[in-house]
């Protein structure tokens, strides 16, 4: 028997029998006529990460495909059943009431969702408006920025989300502005993080803005953004915070970034229906961002970005999805997601032919995690690599690629997802190598 194959033996034999499903059982999808209650406690974070009890009655509040085994939760967060039948009560309501409605009920209603989202976020109702995602509302704060002049310099990292790194080379055009880039290892440390930023405040002279990404949607690298930018205040630099991933998954309060200006993601990771996000500037700096397009400068954060015509509804639902956040409780939520990372990401490590994306700093690490097979880092190689757990196991995740040490497969459960639906990626994972 080959060395690496007894590697991986040994490997799998630290899993539990469980493991070498090739797919998750009926209980880990399990439909229910009702919602179990979920039970109020005070049992530590840590140690309720593992009362099983306690997330099958979370379970039962979503009700998900059960024709994969579904580790693909990082495109946007399920809604809740409670949130899902608001959803569709309100849908209703506007569809019977139309512009009656819209134009004497909704504006008052509209604004109380706003402040119960400023109150979650932690800020002032005056220091947010909803948006229809994170992706709106961060180019808003980008394109918007009118702090930059020709010869300026911004900063953005292989980490970042796409569409944001677009905008701001963008900002070349816009403002005549320089545009660096840096790259981070593929498994930095936090010093190595904070490093690499600093250095990059110290070789550019005129560097104003920076954009950082909390936790970056290629392979769930949680980003210290609070010391970058305390860091680069020192320096005089701006810091545009994209907290799409972050926010609902973490436990912090939006003014622990230390940023004047963050956008959040509200389907992700709270549960609100596609399309709900929120753009947060400080009080004081809302003058350092353009209107929007024909937009009179009233002073409010709202007249930064225009949505238009919204989905009344999926606003309308925050309020439950909210609720079902708290009851679960944030800081329970990061327990569990990250006891659900490690029970893949520690066997894999093991593997010597997997390559794990997700540093083992519990600090820098999330949901949200990679991998690939060793030295096969194109696209093409983890396109395949993504179809062959699903091929075969019915594992369904998605590939990722943008990283300067390659592409990759990225896995994100929830706070539905089974440990076993876990075990079956890590038997998938050991399969891999005889293929």
Not at 304 to 315: D, K, L, M, Q
Not at 399 to 421: E, I, N, W
Request: hydrophobic share 45%.
């Amino acid at each position: 028997m080959g060395g690496r194959r007894r590697s991986l033996l040994a490997a799998g034999a630290l899993l539990p029998a469980a493991a070498m499903l090739s797919s998750p059982p009926a209980s880990a999808t399990a439909r229910y006529a009702l919602p179990m209650e979920i039970p109020t406690t005070t049992a530590a974070p840590d140690m309720l990460a593992r009362d099983e009890g306690y997330w099958a009655a979370v379970a039962s509040h979503f009700e998900i495909t059960d024709e994969v085994n579904h580790l693909e939760n990082g495109y946007w967060g399920a809604m809740g059943r409670e949130t899902l039948a608001s959803y569709q009560r309100h849908t209703a309501e506007v569809n019977r009431g139309n512009a009656w409605y819209g134009r004497r009920a909704f504006p008052a209603q509209y604004m109380a969702v706003q402040r119960q989202v400023a109150e979650l976020l932690g800020v002032g109702a005056d220091e947010i408006a909803l948006t229809r995602g994170a992706t709106e509302a961060m180019l808003a704060l980008i394109g918007g920025y009118n702090r930059l002049q020709p010869g300026d310099q911004v900063l953005y990292a292989d980490i970042d989300y796409d569409s944001m790194i677009g905008a701001m080379r963008w900002l070349q055009q816009r403002r005549g502005v320089q545009v660096e880039r840096i790259a981070l290892p593929a498994v930095p440390d936090h010093a190595q993080i904070l490093q690499a930023y600093e250095a990059a405040f110290a070789r550019l002279p005129r560097l104003k803005l920076v954009l950082l990404t909390q936790v970056s949607h290629r392979h769930g690298l949680v980003v210290p953004v609070a010391e970058i930018a305390q860091r680069a205040r020192a320096h005089g630099i701006d810091v545009i915070v994209d907290a799409a991933h972050g926010f609902g998954q973490i436990d912090y309060a939006v003014p622990q970034l230390e940023a004047d200006f963050v956008g959040i993601n509200l389907h992700k990771w709270i549960g609100a229906p596609v399309g709900v996000g929120a753009l947060y500037v400080r009080r004081g700096r809302v003058a350092d961002l353009d209107p929007y397009m024909g937009e009179t400068d009233d002073g409010r954060v709202g007249s930064r970005v225009h949505t238009g015509t919204v989905n009344f509804a999926a606003y309308l639902a925050l309020p439950e999805a909210i609720a079902l956040h708290q009851r679960i409780g944030v800081a329970n939520k990061q327990a569990r997601l990250r006891y659900l990372r490690e029970r893949w990401t520690l066997p894999a490590r093991q593997m010597a032919h997997i390559e794990v994306l997700s540093p083992p700093d519990p600090g820098l690490a999330s949901a949200l995690a990679s991998f690939r097979l060793r030295g096969r880092t194109s696209v093409a190689d983890n396109m395949a690599l993504q179809k062959r757990p699903l091929d075969e196991h019915r594992v369904f995740t998605t590939h990722r690629d943008g990283l300067d040490s390659g592409a990759c497969v990225r896995v994100t459960p929830s706070v539905f997802t089974h440990p076993t639906q876990i075990d079956a990626l890590v038997a998938a994972l050991s399969s891999l190598e005889w293929a």
